[in-house]
């Protein structure tokens, strides 16, 4: 299978501290690749670097080929790479239809004058756009919360948001950041149900940060093991629930 | 060239106090208080009340004048200001109600003034040549003054515990709260010493200008951008910037044209923030903070 | 009929006002740029139309003649020339403001835009050759030549930018700039460029701020730098947040509250004193309700509304 991302040996110094000391990491289309670590690891520093928040110090990221290590987010995403984020941030005084409609790309109300002239077609993109969006939020549990406002939502539910938003922006990879931190058993498999079907049904790869063992040994091939910034190991769940240096440093839920 | 000197030292004297109590009211409190302008002006109005009502001697009405300008400050910072930050609400929201504040003491001092301009009551000087430099008593004594103001408040950040207190709670203010430093009281600390140089810079403007309603408000932009170029979070830079503006000021009245003085000041400022935003001896990004977020929460 | 007179008169100006509070909203209630320089805006728009319409002797200062000069060719167009230069300056000016201001955080902003209004000022206080300095431009023509009508252009053109406002909120670009208000790195990370989305939001709102100058400037017949002070920028601010920052109904009722009953409503309240006294105390009053509409209800009267899909759709 071809490789879709990788990232050669990235260095980030904060101050005087390596958040990230020569990681590395590649991905395979179609994969649901896990990246597991202890807190202060660096998974989310490197969610934060590939998705263009911060430039690394040191090494390139490559995504369908293209470098795009030094892009800006919002560059990084109309290539098809989109990332969520490890707390929840809602557009809180937006309802949720409307962070959710935030995120299609390419659409017509985008530029100030289209918005007040090309009324036809800005009604039809968003009419399309909300069917979609429609079957999405009932799948996540959402619907019912609709015309709510995001900051008004629990938990969980600004989690599922979250990923809601994320998955109508179409990616081609989209990085989770603990997807079910804070999920209930029920929200749990719906979101594990939720990303195998896409992965099935729209070939979107995903890399997820997690800490529950049961969706990363149940879903997720392969597995990279961070460690202050490092790779400690990679391989399929077996290899790495039996790994020496692996069970040493961390494991468990 | 020597008309530069004299003109550029006395702008600068005038300018700096403030921009250095901006500064820091801004550095400790974190928050933008725009009523200074405004505060600025109660300072010269105070003083011109003992100096000119009360026939007393200038230096005197300076002090009385300083230590009710601080006084007012705090009453504003209790009944407005406080109640604000407890709410935790967001820097913007508490600008806005200074400008807002602000527009109401303007207007009291309008009322119980009048809109014409006023002048001190002080005796008339003779100017003397010191140097290159061709300066009456008052203007000497104005810079003299500005200088060794400064100079003390540099010493009193540097080596005394209020001055510790101060970097402390501006560095990091949840873990001076730990420590048990109280913040309030620290922001009340500053405000006072913040009112009492406004106060100071609106009385030199005073003596080398006139005194009207609008004064302080119009000289807040400019003292802002002593704070740009100098660099917001750095007091030095407040009177760095000072000195830079000033001397572009006087060097654009001089050479250029002398309406154009303040607009060499708002070229200046937008001059650093294309060039190095965060001011010639500052470190803080004043950019939009687009990143800053995340180097707060850097787990996983 | 007195009395009609001075109801259309304030009509107008809250009408222009409006205009203003609504421009306002694109900028600090859709998208969280506050702009301290709305006077400045306002007056660009104001002077652009004046210069085209107003009378080439006038322009040319024949009382200061020699003095300045004055600026050559006869101009004198007709409105529709002035209101398309009003938006087109207020646009340009807008746009290179925008580059080194907007990417400043919302509170440098703030004091930067403030500076830039006094900027202006200066610049129509000083440019005599443009703008005949602290003389003013007069005799500016009214488009419709009676006052009535021209307060139904005035309404008319409200009702385009109201329509213009709420459109922008129903749709993506308006869905951007929220999101832009809410939260830049989301909105980012979903694709969207934060400073396109800025400076449109500010070119935007700086057109419309154009729009209402040129209107006043029709309407007032003469125009002084002296009247674009930053009291006025003040009173836009106090009448959004109090009537609702982000509902463009909140906005109208806080134009028609403050500016209609305090800046006009009052004028006929006996004079306590000098004739600096009323206007300086209802500044004070309205300084005053600011500041405690931003303490206990800092949505204002008339706050946002969630907005539902099905109505939406």
Known sequence: MATIFNANDIYLYFGGIKALDGFSIELDEKTITAIIGPNGAGKTTFFNVAGGIYPADRGEIYFKGERIDGLRPDQICLKGLTRTFQIARELGEMTVWENVMLAPKNQVGEKAFSALLKWGAVKSQEKGNWQKIESLLNDMGLYEERNELAKNLSAGKRKMLEISRAIMTEPELLMLDEPTAGATVDETKAIMKAIERLRDEKGITFLVVEHKMEVIMNLCNPIYVMYYGRNLANGDPETIQTDKRVLEVYLGG | MDELLSYGLLTFATLALPALGLCLAIKVTKYFNLTYGDIITAGAFLTLLCNLTFGLPMVISLIIGMTFTAAFGVFLHKTIFKPLMDLKVNPLTLLVVSLGAGFVVRNLILIGWGPQPFQFSIPLARAKHIGPLFLTTNQIFIILTCILVAVGVFLMLRYTQLGRLMRATSDNPELSEIRGISIERVYVYTWIIACALAAMGGVFMGVLGTIKSGMGMGVLVTIFACLIVGGIDNPYGAVFGALIIAFAMEATAIWISPPYKVIAAYLLMILILLVKPSGLLGGEKIQWKYFLGFLRSRQS | ?313
């Open chain 3, 1 to 313: 009929m007195e009395i009609f007179s001075w109801i259309l008169t304030i009509a107008t100006i809250v009408a222009i006002y409006s205009i203003l509070g609504l421009a306002l909203n694109i900028h600090f209630g859709y998208t969280n740029l506050p702009n301290f320089g709305i006077a400045g805006f306002f007056a660009v728009g104001a002077y652009a139309s004046a210069i085209l319409t107003a009378p080439h002797r006038f322009r040319q200062m024949e009382i200061f003649a020699g003095f300045a000069g004055g600026m050559p060719g006869r101009f004198e167009y007709p409105f529709i020339v002035g209101i398309i230069a009003a938006i087109v300056f207020a646009a340009i000016i807008g746009f290179l403001i925008g580059i080194p201001l907007l990417r400043l955080r919302e509170d440098y902003l703030a004091v930067a835009s403030i500076g830039v209004a006094e900027a202006i000022h200066y610049f129509a206080l000083n440019e005599l050759w443009l703008t005949t300095g602290s003389a003013g431009i007069r005799l500016i023509p009214m488009p419709t030549g009676n006052r009535y009508l021209f307060f139904i252009l005035v309404l008319f053109i409200l009702a385009i930018v109201f329509w213009i406002t709420q459109r922008f909120y129903r749709t993506h670009i308006g869905r951007v700039w929220r999101g832009v208000r809410e939260d830049e790195v989301i909105t980012s990370s979903l694709g969207k460029s934060i400073f396109s989305a800025r400076m449109w939001a500010w070119v935007v709102g700086c057109a419309m701020m154009g729009v209402a100058g040129s209107l006043w400037a029709h309407y007032a017949m003469a125009i002084q730098p002296g009247e674009f002070v930053p009291t006025t920028t003040f009173l836009v601010w106090i009448f959004v947040m109090v009537g609702g920052l982000r509902n463009n109904w909140g906005i109208l009722f806080g134009a028609v509250l403050i500016i209609g009953f305090f800046e006009q409503g009052t004028r006929f309240l006996p004079a306590l004193g000098a004739p600096y006294i009323m206007p300086a105390v209802r500044h004070i009053i309205v300084g005053l309700l600011l500041i405690l509409v931003i303490r206990f209800r800092p949505q204002g009267a008339i706050p946002e509304r969630a907005a539902r899909i099905e109505a939406h759709i």
